[in-house]
């Protein structure tokens, strides 16, 4: 009877602190392997993925998986299928993958719209012009993306847009508790002033029609900051030849090379005899693209 209760009396204290220590690391983590599906879906859609070394590349499928078991993502009048999650996921992880202890604490789930919304979040009727937003008041701690747009974003790598990346960069702001075109939890306070005096330039030159950056990023500064980002990770290269002050300041801001990446040939598209993604050295008609190739 005595070993029962002090057998039972460690059980709890176990059960204690592995729920204490679960809390204090944050997010709940991965057990299982990146199933091969979703490598698939990553290859074929996501050219930063196909940029990275093997050993970025596991990084980035663990960060997905870590973002999918701690962020809902609902289906909103439309059935989402993996590559919806694998994108959203992508969107998330992009801009943050420098930071390895990263965890969007302010965002608990996303929405998915078919398409485009009005403020009212209708997704009927006229006035349907948002794309993507970040929750406020009673919406606090979600998300809503456009699964047309979510696709686009992808599909799209010329246009210096993405909706999804756009959306994830304003929760990066707000990590300091407001969206204000000053990420504060990544960016050192020294380069603060040089950051504000840097985006106000650049908007005059919006204004003023001196500039190839997206006139919506003119609106504010948390507008610029997100749609600079945009550009950023879609044709790093062209920004770093027209705007080499503002890209070297996004450089250091995401910690990240991006004109090093080599983002125009990286599509990676897999056709029915290509080697398996999952290292099988089988076919990919006879592995993972089964499904496909039936």
């Known amino acids: 009877m005595t070993t029962l209760i002090i057998s039972t009396v460690i059980l709890l204290l176990l059960g204690f602190f592995f729920k204490k220590k679960k809390t204090e690391n944050g997010w709940i983590q991965p057990q299982t392997a990146f199933p091969k599906k979703w490598k698939v879906i990553l290859i074929q859609e996501v050219n930063f993925y196909n940029t990275l070394t093997q050993e970025e590349k596991v990084q980035f499928e663990f960060k997905i998986q870590e973002f999918l078991l701690n962020c809902r993502i609902t289906g909103i009048k439309t059935v989402l299928t993996d590559k919806d999650l694998i994108l959203t996921a992508s969107s998330a992880i992009i801009p943050i993958f420098a930071f390895k202890d990263w965890t969007y604490s302010n965002l608990s789930e996303v929405l998915i719209y078919p398409n485009s919304f009005n403020e009212k979040f209708e997704t009927t009727g006229t006035e349907r012009r948002i794309l993507g937003m970040v929750g406020t008041g009673y919406m606090e701690g979600k998300m809503i993306l456009s699964k047309k747009a979510l ?126 993604p999952c290292n099988s050295s089988l076919k990919f008609k006879k592995c993972c693209g089964k499904q496909h190739y039936k």
């Open 151 to 276: 696709h686009l974003g992808f599909a799209n790598t010329t246009d210096k847009k993405n909706t999804a990346i756009h959306e994830f960069v304003h929760l990066i702001d707000k990590m300091d508790g407001n969206i204000d075109g000053i990420p504060q939890a990544v960016l050192d306070q020294q380069f603060t002033i040089p950051w504000f005096e840097l985006v106000q330039q650049k908007m005059d030159e919006i204004h003023q029609d001196k500039s190839d950056i997206n006139p919506y990023a003119g609106t504010n500064r948390q507008e610029f900051f997100a749609v600079t980002s945009e550009y950023f990770f879609e044709r790093p290269k062209l920004l770093a030849s027209k705007h080499p002050q503002l890209y070297e300041a996004l450089e250091m801001i995401f910690n990240q090379k991006m004109n090093k990446k080599n983002l125009s040939n990286a599509s990676s598209k897999l056709s029915r005899n290509s080697p398996c």
